[in-house]
């Protein structure tokens, strides 16, 4: 094993990980399940109609106090922070200084304090952040706690049988409750397109939380091959790979991420990194847009594909970012940008796949509609 394996990081579950049969990859830094015997497809597709647990301990989990920590967070999102209210969640990003995004995070507001999970491969590049610009604010780590997501239907089933309170909880609803496994964070919420829950929980007792919902008939584990497939379908971007620094929200098709309130002519308007292009791309339009995609055939469009206005033209106007097969869909499917003239949907353009142009149909995302429990 390489010295870049032996600097890989392991969740408080990866033994439990080891003895359910789990494929363990590199990710993001740690040591991760991508499946289990049953199998990506069957994985995906399990979580599709029954119940699917992620162990997503990887992601960061900080706690902003502060005076008015949500109006010190709005000098760094472009999210409205300051009208959520108190039990609630909302997507947020974090922005630079030319309108690129430094990562996607879930904002929850907890009374006095602000909850915030923020992607493993930008955590110490957040926290750096967040410390760096909300000096009013304390930046606290949370590193004694692991993060699970249930997803799918049954979801909200099986855990009520752990914590009744769970049935009455609605999409982006937040709650702090206790349980035989010690205090729990939940949030009715995911990444799959699936009604769910992420649930933090301490690490002493995190094993036995997980092992206590795995002997339920509903649930099964569930990897990051699945989980990537899952939120593909669900038309949701995976940082690093559809939004970076080099995309703003609107090219992101994120403006539905940014509330009125702080565009223009908005009571609380700008005052973000990077609000003079973001807001101008909003007023204006942006020169090109994140897309679905739909590949002819059963062959599924890469990231890294080069995309082209015709079979045989010599200036691309595009590239996916993620591509994979489908399971529920039952073709492949892809996400990508394209120069703003392409962006319509039910366009016809091409992807360079190994030297030969393939048709690609512009379509709408998601490719298979959302279940949240509203």
């Known amino acids: 094993m390489g010295a870049a394996q032996d600097n890989l990081k ?98 929850a507001n907890r009374g006095d304090h602000l909850f915030l999970v923020v ?5 110490e590049a957040d926290i750096a952040h967040m410390r760096a610009h909300l000096t009013d604010c304390e930046v606290e780590v949370i590193d004694d706690r692991a993060l699970l997501a249930l997803q799918g239907p049954a979801a909200e089933t099986a855990l009520s049988r752990l914590v009744p309170s769970a049935k009455d909880m609605k999409f982006m609803d937040v709650a ?3 349980s035989d496994f010690g205090e729990l964070w939940i949030s009715r919420s995911g990444y799959t397109g699936e009604d769910g829950y992420e649930v933090s929980v301490r690490d002493a007792h995190a094993e036995n939380f997980a092992r206590a919902l795995l002997a339920m008939e509903e ?43 702080r565009k223009t002519g908005g009571e609380r308007e700008g005052g973000f990194p990077g609000a003079e292009r973001i807001l101008a791309e909003f007023d204006n339009g942006a020169s090109r847009r994140r897309v679905g995609l739909l590949p002819e055939g059963r062959a599924p469009m890469r990231a890294g594909t080069v995309l082209f ?14 591509g994979a097969f489908g ?36 379509a709408d995302m998601p490719f298979r509609p959302a279940t949240y429990k509203r």
């Open 10 to 107: 392991r969740t408080g579950l990866y033994d439990l990980h080891l003895e359910l049969g789990a494929k363990m990859v590199p990710f993001a830094g740690y040591e991760m399940p991508v499946q289990y015997p049953l199998g990506v497809m069957k994985e995906h597709l399990h979580t599709r109609n029954a119940a699917g647990l992620f162990d997503v301990s990887h992601m960061g989990q900080v706690i902003l106090r502060g005076e008015k920590p949500a109006q010190s967070l709005e000098r760094i999102v472009p999210q409205s922070v300051m009208a959520l209210a108190e039990g609630r969640q909302r997507y947020g990003l974090f922005t630079n200084d030319d309108g690129g995004i430094l990562d996607d995070l879930m904002i």
């Open 119 to 123: 992607n493993a491969g930008c955590k």
């Open 176 to 178: 702090v409750t206790g």
């Open 219 to 261: 649930v099964e584990p569930i990897g990051l091959g699945a989980r990537d497939s899952l939120r593909l379908e669900a038309g949701l971007c995976l940082y690093g790979n559809d939004i970076d620094t080099t995309t703003t929200p609107v090219e992101a098709a994120l403006e539905w991420a940014v509330q009125k309130v």
């Open 309 to 322: 206005a015709t079979a045989d033209a010599d200036e691309p106007i595009g590239e996916v970012t993620s």
């Open 327 to 362: 399971p529920s869909i039952e073709r492949p499917m892809s996400m990508g940008y394209v120069a703003i003239d392409y962006a319509a949907t039910g366009t016809q353009i091409f992807g360079d796949v190994r030297g030969k142009r393939q048709p690609v149909v512009v």
